[in-house]
């Protein structure tokens, strides 16, 4: 059986370093800055790159290497490259495929410090963004000028989960010769691959999900070769790589990802229609319930619904203080995809920088929770949060 028609599963479980010193079956960590060479030709050949080798863990890491390899069978991709975060590897992608005076077309929904590159940093380089609304894909054409050459989103979108129909993007990229870019965080490789659906280039927060135990953060780009080729060079050059060890953390992390998605979304769900259900919760916004605008597009792209349950408490701004203020056991904190649930309030805290305007166009309202549901019983996430929902 060839490596590639192997299971999902099996290549985030088998996909490794081929031949370690020892024959260690757990590959281990390669702590070195840089690597020593035999003689001067072969040192000389390396730099040249008429060898692939490792030079600098700057570079390259067999580490990084094994991360970056197993992100790139899980989502379909040619080659990639490992980042210490995820914002490096945002900021690196479109620093490294940009020009001054080029244009972005951007959803409107974007993390919080994504928006502040295309707001704050790019307009320092003559880099505009357009943007267009979640449920508008279809006006994406009419933002595209001679000097557009990336389409960005989120699917779904941090902290709303809204979903963007990912076949639409691809062809209209395609249509106009633009690039897509795609960050996957809230996916993971495991539910979607955008790919698939004609993205050039996909962007992940190792951060979140793929370590899914909230201990390490790191980011990845992979995609087509010839990109990834730049974003490289790129990266050799300004200095955002991941760490061997984090690294090696991370492609541990891969091997049970399937295992957790799984009890993370069938979690979420759950909790997503006891929300549906509860006279003290505005609305809930889900994938994969029913009534999520946009159910269709997210059966078609998606395995499963993803672990972020966002929804509205009742009271406004009194009614989510009260909710955070009385939750017991859930952890409320910024960071999401780990295996204990976390409770966020975008408004005040990770989208808080955007202006009231903004917030609502992608509908961040003061009573807005976003639920990044982990791996505790599923009765013990609902008692806490409905014990929360009862003294509002
Ligand atoms: C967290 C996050 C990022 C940034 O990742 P870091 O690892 O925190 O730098 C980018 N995009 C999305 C959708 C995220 O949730």
Redo the contacts with the bound molecule.
Sequence with gaps: MSIDSQKFETQAVRTQVEKTQFMEHSVPMYLTSGFVFEGSEEMRAAFAEEKERNLYSRFSNPNTTEFVDKICALEGAEDGYAFA????A?FSTFAALLNAGDHIVSARSV?G??HSLFTKYFPKWNIETSYFAVNEVEKVERLIQPNTKIIYA?SPT?PGVDVLDLELLGAIAKKHGILLVI?N??ATPYLQNPIQFGADLV?H????LIDGQGRV???VTVGKKELIREIYLFARNTGPALSPFNAWVLSKSLETLPVRADRHCDNALKLAEFLEAHPKVNWVKYPFLKSHPQYEVAKKQMRLGGNIVAFEVAGGVAGGKTFFDSIKMCSLSAN?GDTRTIVTHPASTTHSKLAVEDKLAVGITDGMVRCSVGLEHIDDIIADISQALEQI
């Design positions: 975060t995820g914002m490096a945002v993390f410090s994504t989120e941090n960050d965080c809230f962007i927060s190792a951060t979140k953060l790191g980011g999401l």
